[in-house]
């Protein structure tokens, strides 16, 4: 097992003490990091204490320390999951080769780009949430919100290691970059478009970590699959991260359904204007909401045929989620049918691999839905929450633009524009949940539109104060 040398000034199981010049160019690097946190990070909170986890090593058993800290001083750190011995290339043209310790030529810029992109989306996450705390339901919420900021800003740092340590000048410069587009920004906006979306209110945080972050877990297990072994051995590690957020995400969807039953059998009717009069979120809002960050999430699966994807697995860049469980690893003589807007295309599998990792991805999303209709069946209610269809509201692929229902059927224009209110939230959507969007931070308090947590973070009580305002 590797430990973490908390002496240093950067945390690292890479043996940093031992390359002066990749420490020296990382030392050089952390101080515009922490001025972008300062500048980007969660507003007005930089005196609070919180309750974080602080990953400490990479051991399965306990990798994470718990305490009382102030943001601005949480040990962000480089941690690479143990070495694999004689860890072999599991899929593509270099099957069964040994795995690369360094980047070879042909695929260096490629790899460097799939780096940038995925670096991209950490500190565009932090940006995105920074006025949140303003308006949190519970300190508990609150805690767990810039648990998640802080671990994308390691994840930045995960990637912005790699550049650093494999790429030269201009991994060194693509470092930069990473702090210089800004979310939402009209002149260096982030990369991926759900990245640039604004998110005013917890309900979409709770959509975000639900569906975004679970993208997260799937680019990061297929480079988990990588044979560039230092970035395998790195989002690895990330997954140990990430399930915290997609919890976070799906309990708090849990806790808005629960909350919306309480309020509905306490007024006697589901009707969703009397619901909002109770302050209390209707189911159909709701599934607005999922529609949006559903839709916009599985844009960033790229388009259902793509060369890129293709090229990506062949060379062993870049595998498919759990790869060890499919039979064939190298694909060269399979297809899958896919549908587009002109009808069925048969295609090489090889280049429908990002319609497979969205396939598995949206088995993944069912899981959330499945216990949520529960909930809503057994508070005898006939209402269900659903999946939009993977062709609606696309910008990506063969069903960009296309006008298509939440069903996946293509309608007139026309009729999806007029349409589009019912199914995305509309202005009024969003200023309803807006209103509700009111900062409660005594400690074991809820705000009124959503239940308490079953329990509270690492075996403390939901009263806890996990964020010290003073
Ligand atoms: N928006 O062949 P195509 C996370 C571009 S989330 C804008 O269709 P490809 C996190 C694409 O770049 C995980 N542009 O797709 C979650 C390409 O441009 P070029 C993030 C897009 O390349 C929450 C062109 O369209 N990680 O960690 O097979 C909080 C054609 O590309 C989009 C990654 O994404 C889009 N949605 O796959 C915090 C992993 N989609 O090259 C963190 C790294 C595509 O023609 N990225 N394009 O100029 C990748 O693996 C791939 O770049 C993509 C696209 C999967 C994104
Ligand atoms: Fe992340
Ligand atoms: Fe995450």
Known sequence: MSSID??????????????????RALEHWQPRFLQWWH?????????ANVYLRTAVSVDAQGWAHYGALKMPDYRWGIFLADPVTDRKIGFGDQMGQPVWQQVPGEYRSTLRR??????????????????????????????????????????????????????GRDGREEAEELLARHSGDQNKPRILTTFNEPMLDWLSLF?????????????????????????????????????????????????VVKRTLEVTKEIGTDDPARVR????????????????????????????ISSNSAANFASGMKGRPDESTYDDHVLRDKTMKLATPEGEQEVPMLNALNEVMRESYLKDCEIGLKRWNRMIERAGHEFRLTLPSSRFRRSIGPWAGVPVDTHGKMIDRAEYERRLEDWIPS????????????????????????????????????????????
């Open 427 to 470: 202005e009024r959507d969003r200023a309803f949940v807006a209103s509700l969007m009111k900062k409660v931070i005594e400690p074991g308090k809820m705000a009124g539109w959503i239940a308490p947590p079953e329990r509270g973070i690492n075996n403390l009580a939901i009263e806890h104060e996990y964020v010290d305002l003073h």
């Open 114 to 167: 799939l780096i940038v992109t995925q670096g991209d989306t950490e500190p565009a996450s932090v940006e995105q949430q920074r006025m949140l705390g303003h308006t949190c339901p519970s300190i508990y919420d609150l805690r767990n919100l810039f648990q998640i900021n802080v671990e994308e800003g390691r994840h930045l740092w995960a990637m912005v290691y790699l550049l650093h340590a494999y790429f």
């Open 277 to 304: 009069a109770h302050g209390a979120i209707d189911l159909p809002t709701l599934q607005k909401y999922l529609n949006f960050w559903c839709s916009s999430s599985l844009d960033l699966f790229g388009s259902e």
């Open 39 to 47: 500048e980007m990070g969660p507003t007005d909170f930089e005196s």
């Open 207 to 255: 959509c975000f970590t639900y569906f975004t972050d679970r993208d997260g877990k799937y680019q990061l297990k297929s480079f988990a699959e990588s044979a560039f072994d230092p970035l395998s051995r790195t989002c690895r590690f990330m997954l140990t991260e990430e399930a915290h957020h997609m919890f976070v995400g799906e309990t708090g969807i849990s806790r």
């Open 6 to 23: 908390y002496a240093e000034k950067i945390p690292n199981n890479v043996n940093l003490q031992n390359d002066r010049t990749l420490q």
